[in-house]
């Protein structure tokens, strides 16, 4: 609802600037957070562990003993520990991604078994996990991710044109995304670039443009 309600705004403003501005839109495969996630450390000790899920993490309950399996590369930017969560019969029943260096923070998953949960923990808890393993203890963890992935979810492309009367260059497309993290407002990533298509909207609506432009 709320990203619809933005929509409806973005394609309000973008009209009074440009009257043919439209809205496009389209399926896709989804992923749909229905609540608050939960982890705890149940051996050696019990704890609550601040977690959040991967954006894209299958749904369910897990329990089970952490193994550390390599690193997680993160879209190439981050290297995140990455542990198994494997159950009585050494099968893997969800993933943990700790990060080494930086508090806690929700990401998209970039993995081969989205059907399994996926969770993640900040840097204190990290520390925490590997200082176990390290010295040896056997570290048992539960948790529950409440999240689904959804098959036919709807999205929009805000599009206008603005064409040159008489152009002499190609036309180009100049573009900004919205498609924020669950636990965030989506300012950063990207709302400040919508906002700036409209910015540049104005200015290409009273400029004489040499070529035709399209703004996504």
Known sequence: AANAKQADFLLEQMRKICPNARRDAFTFSGWRNMGESGLEMIAPAREKLDALVFLGSGGGSFEGRLVRIGLNHVWGIYSWHRYAVTDARGEVVAYLSGRPDGDLLSQTLIEDDPSAPHMIVGQDVNARIAALLEAGEEVRVRGYANCEAVPHMQGANIIADFYA???????????????????????YDNQAGCIVLLALAERLANMNLRRSITIA
């Not at 009367?165 to 300012?187: C, E, F, Q, W």
């Open 165 to 187: 009367k008489n152009p002499v260059l190609k036309p180009i497309v100049i573009t900004a995304h919205r498609d924020t993290m669950y636990n965030t407002s989506g300012a």
